[in-house]
């Protein structure tokens, strides 16, 4: 992997990665472990896949579709994200989630990417309890889940990408998977029947782009 601790630079709000040998920065949006996301940060020029790999220094975990000429990538990378107060958010791996063109366009803003990182594992001392309802002051996880409209703001919500895609004639069934160590379990768990295995996320999602329908997404325990 071409990113190592050392190339983590911190500031207020957001994480910025340097790729090392590569001379490419990015600068990414994170999300704290059971707090909600920032916004969106705006697309960066030119910003493709190829880009990504290279500061990355390894190919994606996973791409699925995302919209017309857009895919969204995940890459699992060592390392820590880091909060405000120059404390560490977490230091068990950083998902980077990307939504990217494929190909690229004439147009560079048109074709040009946008990168999140989310904190792969949530510290064991915050792990919540297999029935526990979410924390006062926190947001529903039904109107949370239900404000996701996309693969792309999906997987943000979750701290992840789709586990696997399965394309249809107009839309496509993804699937994602979290384990209770994973930070968005807390977010999903307790829309599923109480127990100790995993939950499964599963979404029907349009392929022409548009906002998925209310209550497409269905939420299950994996046993």
């Given at each position: 992997?071409?990113?190592?601790?050392?190339?983590?630079?911190?500031?207020?709000?957001?994480?910025?990665?340097?790729?090392v040998?590569?001379?490419?920065?990015?600068?990414?949006a994170?999300?704290?472990?059971?707090?909600?996301a920032?916004?969106?940060?705006?697309?960066l020029a030119?910003?493709?896949?190829?880009?990504?790999?290279?500061f990355?220094?390894?190919?994606?975990?996973?791409?699925?579709?995302?919209?017309?000429?857009?895919?969204?990538?995940?890459?699992?990378?060592?390392?820590?994200?880091?909060?405000?107060?120059?404390?560490?958010?977490a230091?068990?791996?950083?998902?980077?989630?990307?939504?990217?063109?494929?190909g690229?366009?004439?147009?560079?803003?048109?074709?040009s990417?946008?990168?999140?990182?989310?904190?792969?594992?949530?510290?064991?001392?915050d792990?919540?309890?297999?029935?526990?309802?979410?924390?006062?002051?926190?947001?529903?996880?039904e109107?949370?889940?239900?404000?996701?409209?996309?693969?792309?703001?999906?997987?943000?919500?979750?701290?992840?990408?789709?586990?696997?895609?399965?394309?249809?004639?107009?839309?496509?069934?993804?699937?994602?998977?979290?384990?209770?160590?994973?930070v968005?379990?807390?977010?999903?768990?307790?829309?599923?029947r109480?127990?100790?295995?995993?939950?499964?996320?599963?979404?029907?999602?349009p392929?022409?782009?548009?906002?998925?329908?209310?209550?497409?997404?269905d939420?299950?325990?994996?046993?």
């Amino acid at each position: 992997m071409a990113v190592r601790e050392d190339s983590v630079r911190r500031r207020p709000g957001i994480v910025v990665i340097l790729g090392v040998g590569a001379g490419i920065a990015l600068v990414l949006a994170a999300a704290a472990p059971g707090g909600e996301a920032l916004p969106e940060e705006p697309p960066l020029a030119g910003l493709t896949r190829d880009l990504v790999v290279a500061f990355t220094g390894d190919q994606p975990e996973r791409c699925v579709f995302a919209a017309p000429g857009r895919e969204l990538c995940t890459w699992q990378l060592p390392g820590r994200l880091f909060g405000p107060t120059d404390d560490p958010v977490a230091s068990g791996g950083v998902n980077l989630i990307c939504e990217l063109p494929i190909g690229v366009s004439a147009d560079l803003f048109e074709s040009s990417g946008a990168c999140r990182a989310h904190p792969r594992s949530t510290p064991a001392g915050d792990l919540p309890a297999v029935s526990a309802a979410p924390p006062l002051g926190h947001q529903p996880p039904e109107l949370e889940l239900g404000n996701a409209r996309t693969a792309t703001s999906i997987s943000h919500l979750v701290g992840d990408g789709p586990k696997r895609c399965k394309t249809r004639r107009d839309d496509q069934i993804c699937d994602w998977e979290l384990k209770r160590s994973e930070v968005g379990f807390a977010a999903l768990a307790p829309l599923a029947r109480p127990g100790p295995g995993p939950v499964r996320l599963r979404c029907l999602l349009p392929l022409d782009g548009s906002p998925r329908r209310p209550s497409s997404c269905d939420v299950r325990r994996l046993d």
